[in-house]
């Protein structure tokens, strides 16, 4: 079965530190993987895409990773901010299918 | 431009009734996708248009739960006879296109379902 798996689960940071969220799938055939940003409340918002091709795509203080390899990827947040608080949600996509495929999500809290 | 909208953002409702969820996709968007969000789980998709068509209802978990949309627009999605099990974040997410990363899926703010 399909799988896409994160952690951790939740985490507490202080404004201005930096911190990694990973992400473990299972996909295969693998096509390309997103992450996305989710504000409670709202729907998620996509903050990078890569495919197998490529290890690293950064958008502003996010930085992810891809090692298809081994089926891994991260997202780093520099400097955080208090608006960083949000959930952050991996999608993988098959090759030659449009559907998506969530992880649970890292629950970001940035403290003052 | 507008994004996705979607409505009620908020309903309750009791055990055995009826619900009808609307999804107003990004205009020129002719795909449109519904998915559930459960507490503490992934986006669970249920259904996929193109078009006015639905060439996948794969995800729709019982005959309780039925989709149409209508001019290649608006999307309704009703679940009759609802259960407590249905209470959920209904996501609606539209692209231009289907088809892997080409086109990019936009989603709305969802309806927060609580059958009681």
């Known amino acids: 079965k399909n799988q896409v798996e994160q952690s951790p689960q939740s985490l507490i940071i202080l404004e201005g530190k930096n911190c990694t969220l990973q992400?473990?799938?299972?996909?295969?055939?693998?096509?390309?993987l997103r992450w996305y940003k989710q504000d409670t409340g709202r729907g998620p918002v996509s903050l990078t895409i890569m495919t197998f091709s490529e290890n690293t795509k950064s958008n502003g203080r996010y930085t992810a990773t891809l090692d298809a390899d081994t089926k891994q990827s991260s997202l780093h947040i520099t400097a955080s901010q208090l608006s960083d608080s949000a959930s952050y949600i991996c999608?993988?996509?098959?090759?030659?299918?449009?559907?998506?495929?969530f992880g649970t999500g890292t629950r970001l809290k940035v403290l003052a | 431009g507008a994004g996705v909208s979607q409505s009620p953002s908020n309903k309750v409702t009791e055990k055995g009734k009826d619900v009808e969820l609307r999804c107003d996709p990004i205009?020129?968007?002719?795909?449109l996708y519904w998915y559930r969000q459960s507490l503490g789980q992934g986006l669970e998709f249920l259904i996929y248009f193109q078009g006015n068509s639905a060439p996948d209802k794969s995800g729709l978990p019982s005959d309780r739960f039925s989709a149409e949309r209508t001019g290649g627009s608006v999307s309704t999605l009703t679940i009759q006879r609802t259960q407590q099990e249905d209470s959920a974040v209904y996501l609606c997410a539209s692209s231009l296109g289907q088809g892997q990363f080409r086109y990019e899926q936009y989603f709305g703010p969802g309806t927060r379902l609580t059958v009681t």
């Open positions: 992400c473990n799938y299972t996909v295969s055939p693998f096509s390309n």
């Open positions: 999608v993988v996509s098959g090759a030659g299918t449009y559907k998506y495929i």
């Open positions: 205009s020129g968007h002719t795909a």
